[in-house]
């Protein structure tokens, strides 16, 4: 190929290939070395361009790229109590399929792409994302078409990505149905707003609700993913001449503040109102709270997704799966009758 500005010829790149295919550089790497990843239309793309280009590949820069690191990245929240307990067992589960993990936490100032760009950049064969929004689906559609891409614990829909979800809808039906079994009818919902699902863990409380006849009583108060939620939440309800028997919390840590501020008041939990969380997770189980919560398996998912990272990785899944796991109930000290 000529230079424009100085009239020489240089070598052809993966980067003109790239251009003239309309995809990424990474992309045309994965065509060349014929990895999994790319679907048959952007492989075709790429080989065509290859051919019209006459593109030869420097061969000993592919020898010193062939080489595989077995590094599957992670992106969690901090926020997220149930995540650590997806992270150690991703650890055993990739240990057993000789992978290694890179760890990367987001933050408010981080956001899912630069975390992922970064973990691409530190040669990770995947990427496998932990309850977190997306921010922007377009590149995550683009990555996915790079490396294989799971999402746990949410489905945010993007093409190409695996998820390993449980059924969050299930999930509060199950949590009803238990308060409902206990005799309550005033069970008021603390959602999580937007966040990964808890858009579905309200909808199967109102079904859940709609199921016992309970419309009258359905009431739900915006929260998050917090403790401070909960916190704020509780306090709100204090205030009230008469409060619900029963407050199905968005997650664990919501719940842990509901639980702590009624306590703190001198509200009985559960004497004198149920609450239940969502997650089972370490919180869940401290002694001095032992909550009733919603439970989600952290080893099913690890299993599920690190194995869907290394079959696409090894030839053995060509296309992403959506895994939905059922949710149990685990019943601790937070849920009784409600008060006389």
């Known amino acids: 190929m000529k230079d424009l500005r100085s009239g020489t010829s240089r070598r052809l790149t993966m980067a003109d ?4 295919a309309g995809v990424s550089r990474q992309t045309v790497s994965l065509v060349l070395a014929e990895k999994p990843g790319p679907s048959s239309d952007t492989r075709r793309a790429v080989l065509e361009a290859v051919d019209a280009l006459d593109f030869r590949p420097d061969v000993a820069a592919q020898l010193l790229r062939s080489a595989r690191s077995r590094q599957l990245g992670v992106l969690f929240s901090m926020e997220h109590s149930h995540d650590p307990l997806v992270v150690e067992a991703l650890y055993d589960v990739a240990a057993h399929h000789e992978y290694s993990l890179v760890l990367s936490a987001a933050a408010p100032v981080r956001g899912v792409r630069s975390a992922v760009d970064e973990l691409l950049g530190l040669h990770c064969e995947g990427v496998i994302i932990l309850g ?3 921010d922007e689906p377009e590149h995550l559609a683009e ?3 790079m490396v294989p891409v799971v ?3 949410q489905r945010s829909g993007v093409t190409g990505v695996e998820t390993v979800r449980t059924d969050d809808a299930a ?5 009803v149905d238990h308060l409902v079994g206990l005799g309550h009818r005033d069970i008021l919902h603390l959602e999580g707003g937007a966040k990964p699902g808890a858009p579905e863990r309200r909808e199967g409380y109102l079904y859940a609700m709609a ?3 309970l419309v009258e009583h359905v009431e739900i108060l915006a929260g998050d993913f917090t403790e401070e939620s909960g916190v704020v939440a509780a306090s709100a309800l204090l205030e009230r001449p008469r409060l619900p028997t029963a407050v199905i919390a968005a997650n664990d840590l919501a719940a842990r503040g509901v639980v702590e501020t009624f306590l703190r008041a001198g509200t009985g939990v559960p004497e004198q109102v149920s609450v239940v969380g969502y997650d089972d997770s370490r919180v869940a189980a401290l002694h001095h709270l032992s909550l009733t919560t919603v439970h989600q398996d952290p080893v099913a998912m690890a299993e599920l997704a690190l194995e869907a990272c290394a079959e696409r990785l ?3 899944r060509d296309r992403a799966h959506d895994v939905v796991l059922p949710p149990s109930l685990t019943v601790r000290s937070t849920t009784a009758h409600p008060r006389r």
Request: charged share 35%; glycine share 8%.
């Open 314 to 316: 090894e030839g053995r």
């Open 17 to 20: 290939v790239a251009a003239h």
């Open 151 to 153: 999402e746990v614990a």
């Open 171 to 175: 999930g509060t039906r199950l949590a």
């Open 143 to 145: 990555v996915a078409r």
């Open 211 to 213: 199921d016992h006849d």
């Open 132 to 134: 977190l929004d997306v």
